[in-house]
């Protein structure tokens, strides 16, 4: 018995026994040895073979997941999600659900300027009303809301390469629907080291506020009699207020369906194309485009813009504005995104980072850059840490206040989400494979948000924050287990 | 099924594919390592089940079965399907799953009877994988054809049951079946487990031990099947391309490599180039154990 070893650690092999003497008997004429290319054209076939997993053992997996969202002294979201995937049998087919139940609390701002007086701001129909002090950017504190969503996937495999998935989504809000329909359809290709997706998706949102939606560019409404006052406001902010021969009528939203008055609607339309590369056993890319139109009604119903004095009037810096107008946009919308995103796995943490172009024809351009790293402990638990970098430029149209006497602009918006702005997120998630086998995490992250602050305007009172920088903090408990 | 507690890990034993089997494990509550001995042992009993050439009802039966009319098979089994397709390619023609026929003419029992030139003549036109039609998700024989998994079933077995078990396990975990074995990644203590190679003339007796903290070892040979007539040996090891033993092929090839399938075909495939099955590791960078 002769034993021969190489070993790779080594800096040479172990000499190999050399070929002795003649092979034996007649042979055919033979491929030369192909050195490494084997080992190489090996390796994306051995993943391709046990990378995806067609397992019985694990047939599906439920995620859940509960997340506190809290910016200071401003909205406050509590959001519970429950979603899964089966697959049926072998074949493939897997379907999915998912449910998600929000409740936002607190306040937004509305879009108006900072005054030198108190200012009274009421909802379209003037039912409900609330107060900013003085020198306060203006929030609209009467948001109370629950949020229903629930959708549903199906997963057909076409042939062995290819795969159908058709879903559909709805969610309820008091003043706010929406219905959705996709479909996505995905090919692998090369030994599936690469995979092509094509997708379309339909939804139509129908948005019924409280009085219904106002027109573009109106007045807000004074506020009704009894409402508007400091001391009503804690009543109002859950209620409304209705005038009716003198008496006054307290009706809780609650019991309002807000279905009075005209309500809006709009539908966009979807189109997404991706490519996903397994560029080795350990990389993966994928790059995905996608193409949204809206049309309808696109603006918010409870943003306003203050109509402040035209300056250089005797009383004007310090006369407060005039009015408000509710804001105003175009009635279509095209927007283009293009992301990507790698991930690389070492010996056992992983890495990914992705990058987002995002573009519309309202002039607004983002870029988004996004990182984590999975650092996996000696034991059950690891560790991620995640950065996120977000920066945006201003839709044409958006203004921080509209000058009174000056013609009307075609549009004009001063929601601070269509505003120039830059916000960064940092966190820190750790998780663990329970002995159970369910996985539990918990993630904590700080969100910061902050627009250029541009040469203060004489029509503000000075020191007011036109741009105020937003903070939040966000706690996030998931926890899964296999269906 | 058996588990017990071996000082620092628990080990499970099992039957499957007719070879004792065994999985480790990092500590581990006994009612989790019992769970997951069991998935285990289920895993290879299913891989087993479906793909053993002997039972009427596994999918390489039904495929055997086809007579010439196309078969087609389900998403798993194409993949192997695939894979076996790739090692076909990649060996030259050397690895190939349709051989299993030769078997008819060899019968290794350690005699000198070998079969007849004509006998063998006779099967050639059986073999050939490129006589097969893969025309995913069909598989297409010609009569008499047939097509033979066990070259890479349990290999395939012991990468599928790593990758389910290192996706409920954090901890580490060694997958063997019948000593071919492949190991998640270092033990919490930082300590290797220790494999043996064993002298394959003298079964039980380990020659080397080897420190494995992560990758898979695959070993190919058997030193009790062979032919002998005339001073010549006849290895088992049939080469498809002319229907007779692989002169001059290594007693047994063990090989290191990250997966088990991959060492496997390695192992197998070194076999496969008789003599210069060390000369055609040393090229392919791996770890390995050639026995002679």
Request: hydrophobic share 40%.
């Amino acid at each position: 018995m002769q034993l021969t070893e190489g070993h790779v650690t080594a800096d040479r092999f172990v000499a190999g026994r050399a070929a002795a003497g003649p092979p034996g008997g007649e042979r055919p004429s033979r491929a030369p040895l192909r050195g490494l290319s084997i080992r190489e054209g090996l390796t994306a076939a051995t993943c391709a073979l046990i990378g995806m997993g067609a397992g019985v053992a694990r047939a599906g997996e439920v995620d859940t997941a509960v997340l506190l969202y809290s910016e200071a002294d401003r909205v406050t979201v509590l959001e519970g999600v429950v979603k899964g995937r089966r697959e049926i049998g072998e074949s493939g087919r897997a379907v999915g659900f998912r449910l998600t139940v929000d409740a936002l609390t607190g306040a937004s701002a509305n879009g108006a300027t900072p005054a030198d007086r108190v200012q009274t701001f009421t909802s379209p129909s003037g039912r409900s009303a609330y107060t900013t002090p003085t020198g306060r950017t203006p929030l609209n504190d009467t948001f109370s809301d629950r949020r229903i969503a629930a959708g549903a996937t199906w997963e057909e495999p076409l042939g062995r390469l290819s795969k159908g998935s058709l879903g559909l989504d709805v969610s309820w809000e008091r003043d706010y629907s929406s219905f959705a329909a996709s479909g996505v359809l995905s090919r692998d290709l090369f030994l599936r080291n690469t995979t092509l997706v094509a997708g379309a998706s339909g939804s139509w949102d129908r948005v019924s506020p409280r009085g219904g939606a106002p027109e573009s560019f109106s007045w807000m409404p004074p506020p009704a009699p009894g409402g508007g006052g400091d001391d009503d406001k804690r009543a109002l902010a859950g209620g409304g207020t209705w005038a009716s021969g003198g008496e006054e009528v307290w009706i809780f939203e609650d019991d309002d369906e807000g279905s009075e008055g005209p309500a809006k609607s709009k539908s966009t339309f979807d189109l997404l194309a991706g490519i996903t590369q397994v560029i080795d056993r350990a990389t993966i890319l994928q790059v995905n485009y996608t193409r949204s139109r809206s049309i309808g009604y696109l603006a918010d119903p409870y943003k306003l813009l203050s109509v402040l004095p035209a300056a250089g009037g005797e009383s004007g810096t310090l006369a407060g504005p005039v009015g408000y107008r509710f804001e105003k946009r175009p009635d279509a919308r095209t927007k283009h995104a293009v992301l990507g995103e790698a991930k690389h796995h070492f010996r056992r943490d992983m890495a990914g980072v992705s990058y987002r172009y995002m573009w519309d024809d309202w002039g607004v351009v983002s870029h988004t850059i996004d990182v984590r790293y999975l650092w996996q402990r000696d034991g059950p638990g690891f560790w991620e840490p995640h950065v996120r970098l977000y920066r945006q430029t201003a839709a044409d149209f958006y203004a921080r206040f509209l000058v009174d006497g000056e013609p009307l602009p075609e549009s004009a918006s001063a929601d601070y989400r269509l505003g120039e702005m830059a916000t960064y997120t940092v966190g820190l998630k750790y998780g663990r494979v329970l002995p159970s086998g369910h996985r539990a995490g918990i993630r904590v992250e700080y969100y910061e948000q902050r627009s250029e602050e541009p040469a203060g305007d004489p029509r503000v009172p000075s020191g007011s924050d036109l741009y105020p920088t937003v903070r939040a903090g966000i706690v996030q408990l998931d926890y899964s287990f296999d269906w | 099924m058996d588990l017990r507690w071996e000082g620092d890990h628990w080990v499970g034993a099992f039957d499957a594919m007719a070879s004792p089997c065994q999985l480790l494990l990092d500590p581990a509550p006994r009612e989790r390592a019992e769970e997951l001995l069991d998935l285990a042992a289920r895993e290879a009993r299913r891989i087993e089940r479906k793909f053993s050439r002997y039972r009427e009802d596994s999918v390489v039966h039904a495929v055997n079965a086809g007579a010439g009319a196309p078969v087609r098979v389900d998403e798993e089994t194409a993949r192997l399907l695939d894979f076996a397709d790739r090692c076909y390619r990649l060996s030259g023609g050397r690895f190939d799953i349709t051989s299993g026929v030769l078997r008819r003419a060899w019968v290794f029992d350690g005699s000198d009877r070998l079969p007849s030139a004509e006998k063998v003549e006779r099967l050639r036109p059986l073999v050939g994988w490129e006589r097969a039609r893969w025309s995913p998700p069909e598989i297409t024989l010609a009569p008499g054809m047939e097509i033979d998994l066990g070259g890479i079933g349990k290999e395939y077995a012991v990468d599928r049951i790593l990758s389910l078990l290192v996706e409920r396990f954090d901890s580490a975990v060694l997958v063997n079946l019948g000593g071919d074995l492949r190991a998640s990644g270092p033990r919490a203590s930082g300590a290797a487990w220790v494999v043996g190679i064993e002298d394959p003339s003298a079964e039980g007796v380990p020659v080397r031990s080897i420190d494995l903290r992560r990758g898979a070892l695959a070993t190919s040979g058997d030193a009790r099947r062979f032919l002998e007539k005339d001073g010549t040996r006849y290895g088992h090891i049939l080469d498809p391309l002319t229907g007779w033993p692989v002169a001059g092929a290594p007693r047994s090839v063990t090989v290191l490599a990250d997966m088990c399938t991959e060492a496997g075909f390695l192992a197998t495939l070194a076999m496969l180039h008789g003599l210069e099955a060390e000369r055609f590791l040393e090229t392919q960078g791996v770890s390995h154990w050639c026995f002679r």
